[in-house]
């Protein structure tokens, strides 16, 4: 009888366990799940609170087309940091920056497949100015042409990417954003990164440079006799004094501009303007105490803003 009523005893303890392992299991469970609810909850308010965000500087960019089309400078409204908007448990906050002050990658090849010289010969002027090889645009346009065969020397096509270790081949398309430039031939080991100041991958093939917003170097770059340091006080006393480029005729009458070679004048002419239609919106979300970074690139056409690419990666 004794012996009867210990295994009772033990069988009950072990079942007291088993119940209290399942429960606490359970109870685990439920946090972890709620949790992974409020994360979502948060990933989703903090997206719509980032498009919102995205929605009111394509509105700016709509009402400064109606309302100032013929010029974009840093001075206009929509250049303007956007301070922070207080919101439920955070807040949101954000700017515009001009990429259409960059050089365009996608502007080396027309519409059309061939070769934009001009364009070319400009790319290699800023590719010299910060360090790099001329030769690297020709793996730049064969990275982004619809042929397989290499412009030059320094050209490389999917025959040359098969040949290497756990390489991307290229994909005959326009860039969709300047971090590819990594995977092209001669900007590995980080050399890339020397031109991400200066060059963009607006999906535009006639998209022009805006002197307005223009850094120093891509317009040092017009000519390779200009002095950087030249450029660059001539910008800041220009842009200081609150003034701006009312075309592109303007830029040729102050110094240092006015040495640029006249070939390089009418070469470079078609791909320099005072307009903007391409933009990064960078929105910074503020919930729970939990930081969410986004990035938009919005393309101005026809009156009207379209988002061509989003990215939740950090800025």
């Known amino acids: 009888m004794k012996q009867q009523h210990g295994i009772a005893l033990i069988t009950i303890l072990v079942m007291i366990a088993l119940a209290t392992i399942l429960a606490a299991t359970i109870a685990k469970r439920q946090a972890a799940t709620a949790e992974s609810m409020a994360y979502l909850m948060r990933q989703n308010q903090s997206l719509m609170y980032a498009k919102s965000a995205e929605a009111f500087f394509s509105e700016?960019?709509?009402?400064?087309?109606?309302n100032a089309a013929d010029v974009d400078h840093l001075n206009e409204t929509w250049a303007q940091p956007m301070p922070p908007f207080l919101v439920e448990d955070g807040y949101v906050m954000g700017r515009l920056e001009?990429?259409?002050?960059?050089?365009?990658l996608n502007s080396l090849v027309?519409?059309?497949?061939a070769v934009n010289e001009p364009?070319?010969?400009?790319?290699?002027?800023?590719?010299?100015?910060?360090?790099?090889?001329?030769?690297?645009?020709?793996?730049?346009?064969?990275?982004?042409?619809?042929?397989?065969?290499?412009?030059?020397?320094?050209?490389?096509?999917?025959?040359?990417?098969?040949?290497?270790?756990?390489?991307?081949?290229?994909?005959?398309?326009?860039f969709h954003s300047v971090e590819q430039l990594k995977l092209v031939r001669g900007f590995e080991d980080n050399r890339y990164k020397l031109l991400m100041p200066y060059v963009t991958t607006?999906?535009?093939n006639d998209s022009q440079v805006n002197i307005n917003t223009a850094p120093a170097v891509v317009l040092a770059s017009l000519d390779e006799k200009l002095d950087i340091n030249a450029v660059q006080q001539a910008?800041?006393?220009k842009f200081g004094q609150q003034e701006h480029f009312a075309n592109v005729s303007d830029l040729w009458q102050i110094p240092p501009?006015?040495?640029?070679?006249?070939?390089?004048?009418?070469?470079?002419?078609?791909l320099l303007g005072v307009?903007?239609?391409?933009?990064?919106?960078?929105?910074?979300?503020?919930?729970?105490?939990?930081?969410?970074?986004?990035?938009?690139?919005?393309?101005?056409e026809d009156n009207k803003v379209y988002v061509a690419y989003r990215s939740m990666a950090p800025f």
């Not at 001009?98 to 365009?104: A, L, P, T």
């Not at 027309?110 to 497949?113: I, K």
């Not at 619809?146 to 020397?153: A, Q």
């Not at 501009?257 to 078609?270: I, M």
């Open 235 to 237: 910008l800041d006393q």
């Open 98 to 104: 001009d990429e259409s002050g960059k050089f365009n």
């Open 110 to 113: 027309t519409a059309d497949g």
């Open 257 to 270: 501009f006015d040495q640029v070679a006249a070939e390089n004048r009418n070469q470079f002419a078609s």
């Open 60 to 66: 700016l960019l709509v009402d400064d087309t109606e």
């Open 275 to 300: 307009k903007s239609n391409f933009f990064k919106a960078r929105i910074e979300v503020m919930l729970s105490e939990r930081k969410r970074q986004f990035t938009s690139d919005l393309v101005r």
């Open 119 to 174: 364009a070319k010969k400009w790319f290699e002027l800023i590719l010299k100015r910060v360090g790099l090889s001329e030769q690297l645009s020709e793996a730049v346009i064969d990275w982004q042409d619809s042929d397989e065969l290499p412009i030059g020397p320094m050209g490389a096509e999917s025959n040359y990417y098969q040949g290497l270790p756990n390489a991307a081949l290229p994909p005959n398309a326009k």
């Open 202 to 204: 607006a999906p535009l």
